[in-house]
């Protein structure tokens, strides 16, 4: 039996549930909860875990009880848990550099400034792993400053307006995983990158 392993980043607590920087933990809980499965913490994996089957693959979700700055500590004891590649992993994660609702899935890649990303390089010494990142559009410009307000935007949280959106994102990736054991990997890329929120 296959199993895949996906772990949304986020950050742990309350206070963060609803911030764009949640994204990764909100798609998990979304396809957790179709499949009527809940989320245990395992100290041991750093994360909270849920598990379940769709057709022949066994499903393993993680959300990362780090804190965002620090969740390549909870890939590493995943990977060394499991004894698995690195390859068998997803990593969703938001992205102030696309636009909202925009999906982009690679393979590899910088961290593009993302801190989560940036603490799963360095903690797994590799950029090569696969990641689907979720626009959340960038920050608006502060009134009466020339700069944006990175950190107040990503913690910020989600607006109906948004949250609308992201709901089609988040149905459109969860189709895509589903399929990740029925359909070739390149076909989803190609789903995933392709997706157009106005055209949903």
């Known amino acids: 039996m296959r199993e895949i392993f996906l772990i949304g980043l986020g950050n742990p607590g309350r206070k963060y549930s609803n911030s764009r920087h949640n994204i990764g933990y909100s798609l998990l809980e979304n396809l957790s909860k179709k499949y009527n499965s809940n989320f245990l ?3 041991k994996l750093k994360s909270y ?6 057709n022949n693959s066994t499903f393993r979700l993680f959300l990362p009880n780090t804190f965002m ?3 390549g500590d909870a890939v590493r004891a995943i990977v060394n848990w499991y004894k698995i590649d690195l390859e068998q992993i997803f990593i969703i994660v938001d992205d102030k ?3 909202l609702g925009k999906i982009r899935f690679r393979t590899k890649g910088s961290s593009g400034g993302h ?3 940036k603490s799963i390089i360095e903690q797994m010494q590799t950029k090569n792993f696969k990641r689907i990142r979720i626009g959340i559009g960038s920050p608006p410009l502060t009134e009466g400053k020339s700069h944006f307000n990175t950190i107040s935007h990503v913690l910020g949280n989600i607006s109906p307006e948004e949250k609308s959106i992201l709901d089609k994102v988040y149905k459109r990736v969860i189709k895509s995983l589903e399929e990740l054991n029925t359909k070739k990997e390149e076909y989803i890329i190609n789903e995933l990158n392709s997706f157009d929120r106005d055209q949903q």
């Open 69 to 71: 700055n620090n969740s």
């Open 49 to 54: 875990c849920s598990e379940f089957q769709i």
């Open 115 to 117: 801190n989560g990303l």
């Open 97 to 99: 550099d696309l636009p």
């Open 41 to 43: 913490l395992k100290d």
